[in-house]
C-alpha cells in the first residue's frame, strides 16, 4: 500500500529548462509535505518542505505546490542546472505523528 | 562538524549472522530514526526515538532491535540475518519532531546478507 507516490521513475530536462516532479498521496491525515535530494552514495538532503495549510512555498530556484483537494504536490525547479541531476524524493507526514512515509523517487537528469 | 555518522559503510552478512549497524550524531537532536532503502523503492522507517531510552516501531521493524541509552547514539541490531534485510540503511536525526524541522541523514550503510 503506498501512501506516497511518485509515478514517474525519471525525468530528464534541458539546462535552464523547468523541472516539474510529481507527487501524489492517499492518506488525507498527511499534514506536512517534504522533499529531499539524494546523491549516489550519499544519503538524502533536505529540499524543501510545505504545511497543509499552505498551497505554495519558496526558496530560490525551487518552489513547492501543494493540491490538498487533489492529493498532489510538484516540486518546480528554475531554471534546472546540471548539478540538479539527482534522485528527488516526496515524503510526507501524518498528522501528530513522527513519521515520514516516502515515494520511491524521481531520477532528474539535467542536460546541457 | 560530523552530522550524522554511520558505520560499518559496507558490510557483508551470512545468513544466520548478527550485527549492529552502528550511528551517533552531535547536533544534540532529541529524535533519530532508522530507515531502509530497497532499490527502486523510497525509504521505510525501521525505528525511531524521540529521545534516550524511548524507542517505537516504524512501517518495517520485524528482524530488528534498536535501543538509545544516550541522545548521541542509536545503533541498529540485526538478528539472525536474512537476505530480504539486504538492503542500504540509513540513520537521520531531527531536533525536534519532524514538522518544521529539517532532518539530517547520515550516509549510509551498504549490507549484503549472502
Known amino acids: 500500500d503506498q501512501q506516497v507516490k511518485q509515478n514517474s521513475p525519471s525525468l530528464s530536462v534541458q539546462e535552464g529548462r523547468i523541472s516539474i516532479l510529481n507527487c501524489d498521496y492517499t492518506?488525507?491525515?498527511?499534514?506536512?509535505f517534504l522533499w529531499y535530494k539524494k546523491y549516489p552514495a550519499e544519503g538524502p538532503t533536505f529540499l524543501i518542505s510545505?504545511?497543509?495549510?499552505?498551497d505554495k512555498n519558496e526558496d530560490g530556484r525551487f518552489t513547492v505546490f501543494l493540491n490538498k483537494s487533489a492529493k498532489h504536490l510538484s516540486l518546480h525547479i528554475v531554471p534546472s542546472q546540471p548539478g540538479d541531476s539527482a534522485v528527488y524524493f516526496c515524503?510526507?507526514?501524518?498528522?501528530?505523528?513522527?513519521?515520514?512515509?516516502f515515494g520511491t523517487g524521481t531520477r532528474l537528469q539535467v542536460f546541457p | 562538524n560530523a552530522g550524522v555518522t554511520q558505520t560499518p559503510k559496507f558490510r557483508i552478512l551470512k545468513i544466520g549472522q548478527s550485527m549492529t549497524l552502528q550511528c551517533t550524531q552531535d547536533?544534540?537532536?532529541?529524535?533519530m530514526y532508522w530507515y531502509r532503502q530497497d532499490p527502486g523503492m523510497g525509504l521505510k522507517l525501521i525505528y525511531y526515538?524521540?529521545?534516550?531510552?524511548?524507542?517505537d516501531k516504524g512501517e518495517v521493524p520485524n528482524g530488528y532491535n534498536v535501543s538509545r541509552s544516550t541522545t548521541e547514539d542509536f545503533p541498529l541490531r540485526l538478528e539472525l540475518a536474512a537476505p530480504s534485510q539486504t538492503s542500504v540503511y540509513f540513520c537521520?536525526?531531527?531536533?525536534?519532531?519532524?514538522?518544521?524541522?529539517?532532518?539530517?541523514f547520515g550516509e549510509g550503510s551498504w549490507l549484503t546478507v549472502v
Open positions: 492518506n488525507s491525515m498527511f499534514d506536512y
Open positions: 515524503a510526507a507526514r501524518a498528522i501528530n505523528t513522527d513519521k515520514l512515509i
Open positions: 510545505i504545511s497543509s495549510i499552505k
Open positions: 547536533m544534540n537532536h532529541n529524535y
Open positions: 537521520a536525526s531531527s531536533k525536534q519532531g519532524i514538522g518544521g524541522n529539517t532532518i539530517y
Open positions: 526515538s524521540v529521545g534516550a531510552g524511548i524507542t
